[in-house]
Nanobody, 115 residues
Framework: QVQLVESGGGSVQPGGSLSLSCAASRLITGIRAMKWYRQAPGKERELVAARTVNGNAHYADFVKGRFTVSRDKALTTTYLQMNSLEPEDTGVYYC?????????WGQGTQVTVSS
């Protein structure tokens, strides 16, 4: 079993930045992609960004140019750098690891953007 531990959430004013981390409890083989989702109150969970095992990054239109997804070489930690945050970015952010043998979710970390 794999556990994903997220950190880095918090409160920030509009225009500010936050950096999220998602660390796996152990080295994992067969990784296909590492993804970030978010869920705002009363809304469905939505994909924010993804980074495939070959290094390609994909972003939702509403974060392009503001968010950057990255990972370490060992593929045990993924990061989400969030700049120019807007109140609409408020929500619980989840990381997801997709492997050939299963998918795993982090517990979520709250991000609040408010003046």
């Amino acid at each position: 079993q794999v556990q994903l531990v997220e950190s880095g959430g918090g409160s920030v004013q509009p225009g500010g930045s936050l950096s999220l981390s998602c660390a796996a409890s152990r080295l994992i083989t067969g990784i296909r992609a590492m993804k970030w989702y978010r869920q705002a109150p009363g809304k469905e969970r939505e994909l924010v960004a993804a980074r495939t095992v070959n290094g390609n990054a994909h972003y939702a239109d509403f974060v392009k140019g503001r968010f950057t997804v990255s990972r370490d070489k060992a593929l045990t930690t993924t990061y989400l750098q969030m700049n120019s945050l807007e109140p609409e970015d408020t929500g619980v952010y989840y990381c997801k690891l997709e492997a050939a043998w299963g998918d795993f979710w982090g517990q979520g970390t709250q991000v609040t953007v408010s003046s």
